[in-house]
């Protein structure tokens, strides 16, 4: 069973703009995780956030957290044409052992 | 430090033989997956070990998929007999912890059944 949610499921943009993806889970979560996969590649963590956190930067990522409506985001600031990939949202469930269970992922293409 | 290694990168089959997946996983991680991805989806976790004893194999189609991870470092995959809508690419990762930590993925085994 699916835990995460993305939307939207593809989103296109221009280089330089800002892209935002937004993950909605179901149950109470330990933490989050947002991964990014290129096209036949395997999956790269990028940032994890934990239940008692709202907010995390990384470099040009930013994520937040907002329990109460069970959703987070991912937003990519300033998108380069290498940001090309898909995007994954990652939940650890509470009381589930540390299971991850990925949601369906955003594609996101940046045009040059 | 060396990532996931898994093996063969792509396979193709017929439907009804068989086929087996290795995975290596990053030196020191005690809990490793196999996750099945099918084209334009998010990965399904299969099974999931904590050393050497499985924490989770409750969606591993155990009529035909079988894994195991000898002595708590390697693990293979083996899918006997394949069907059509087990083509998928099938990704191993690994973790320090079963809880809270990046887990790390390998590039994947590509599994075609024609």
């Known amino acids: 069973s699916q835990q995460g949610e993305e939307d939207p499921q593809a989103l296109s943009i221009q280089e330089g703009e800002n892209a935002t993806m937004n993950c909605s889970y179901k149950t109470s979560i330990n933490n989050l995780q947002w991964y990014r996969q290129n096209s036949g590649r395997g999956l790269v963590h990028l940032i994890l956030i934990r239940s008692n956190e709202r907010e995390k930067h990384s470099g040009r990522l930013r994520v937040t957290l907002d329990t109460s409506k069970k959703s987070s985001s991912l937003l990519i600031t300033a998108s380069r044409a290498a940001d090309t990939a898909s995007y994954f949202c990652?939940?650890?469930?509470?009381?589930?052992?540390?299971?991850?269970?990925f949601g369906q992922g955003t594609e996101l293409s940046v045009k040059p | 430090e060396a990532g996931v290694a898994q093996s063969p990168r792509y396979k193709i089959i017929e439907k009804r033989q068989s086929v087996a997946f290795w995975c290596n996983p990053i030196?020191?991680?005690?809990?490793l997956y196999w996750y099945q991805q099918i084209l334009g989806q998010g990965p399904k976790l299969l099974i999931q070990f904590q050393n050497n004893g499985v924490v989770d194999d409750s969606q591993l189609p155990k009529d035909r998929f079988s894994a195991e991870r000898l002595k708590g470092v390697d693990s293979t995959l083996k899918i006997q007999p394949a069907k059509l809508e087990d083509s998928a690419v099938y990704l191993c990762a690994s973790s320090r912890t079963d809880s809270g930590n990046t887990i790390y993925f390998g590039e994947g085994s590509w599994l075609t059944v024609v």
């Open positions: 030196s020191g991680h005690a809990t």
């Open positions: 990652a939940t650890d469930a509470y009381n589930q052992g540390g299971k991850l269970i």
